[in-house]
């Protein structure tokens, strides 16, 4: 019994040291860094779907005293008006066709892209 021990120590060490030869980075060093990039990923596919949503919500003329609408106007109101006035929107009745979300979501990507490249640097 005692073999086997000492063989999973003297596998463990040969691991250990091929990993450092290599380059290969800790599995918890991995980990965080992958982490880190799930966690951009859910915040940035949760805000652009959310100004999809006011996207869609302007463009089909949804009614804004609805308070989900409301709701989704208010939360993306921020994100959105710093782009407004660049590009005037098309209105018809009730129907916009707002592209400051659009430009809003661009800008969003970039961003989004902008940090993971910035993760993989720093890992």
Do not use: C
């Not at 652009?48 to 106007?73: C, E, M, Q, W």
């Not at 989004?112 to 640097?121: D, F, G, H």
């Amino acid at each position: 019994m005692e073999e086997v021990g000492t063989r999973s120590q003297v596998e463990q060490t040969t691991l250990d040291n091929n990993a450092a030869t290599s380059g290969l980075k800790p599995p918890t060093e991995i980990s965080s860094s992958i982490k880190a990039s799930q966690i951009v990923d859910y915040v940035f596919w949760i805000m652009v779907a959310i100004v999809l949503l006011r996207f869609a919500f302007k463009l089909i003329g949804a009614n804004s005293h609805n308070a989900f609408v409301t709701l989704i106007y208010n939360a993306t109101a921020p994100v959105v008006d710093i782009f407004r006035g660049i590009v005037g929107d098309v209105v018809s009745g009730t129907m916009v066709i707002e592209f400051s979300s659009l430009i809003a979501i661009i800008i969003l990507w970039l961003i989004y892209k902008a940090v993971l490249r910035l993760i993989s640097i720093i890992k």
